[in-house]
């Protein structure tokens, strides 16, 4: 059975900082491309942050770049994203995915909320 477990979302002040985690089980971690994904009210799901299977390729949306860092560890199982100056539009819902290829098999965690202040 596999799972996306992410964690670290949480409330901070515009210009702040986090790190969400995203733990995976159950699956050839390396073998998957990991994304992170957010979602605000009313708004479609929309992809953040990409990390090829062993780590060297990375590609951001427009709007995080230069402030949003994804990385892995897997070794750990673990994909990460550093989110540096937030601002209250990257107030969302942030969702971990897993996927292999563009048509493999795919994986969603729960979500992890994220609430930047002004």
């Known amino acids: 059975q596999v799972q996306l477990v992410e964690s670290g979302g949480g409330l901070v002040q515009t210009g702040g900082s986090l790190r969400l985690s995203c733990a995976a089980s159950g699956l050839t971690f390396s073998a998957y491309n990991m994304r992170w994904f957010r979602q605000a009210p009313g708004k479609e799901r929309d992809i953040v942050a990409h990390?090829?299977?062993?780590?060297?390729?990375?590609v951001y949306t427009d709007s995080v770049k230069g402030r949003f860092t994804i990385s892995r560890d897997n070794a750990k199982n673990t994909v990460y994203l550093q989110m540096n100056s937030l601002k209250p539009e990257d107030t969302a819902v942030y969702y971990c995915?897993?996927?292999?290829?563009?048509?493999?098999?795919?994986?969603w965690g729960q979500g992890t909320q994220v609430t930047v202040s002004s």
């Open positions: 990390i090829s299977g062993r780590g060297g390729a990375t």
């Open positions: 995915n897993a996927k292999v290829g563009l048509a493999g098999n795919e994986y």
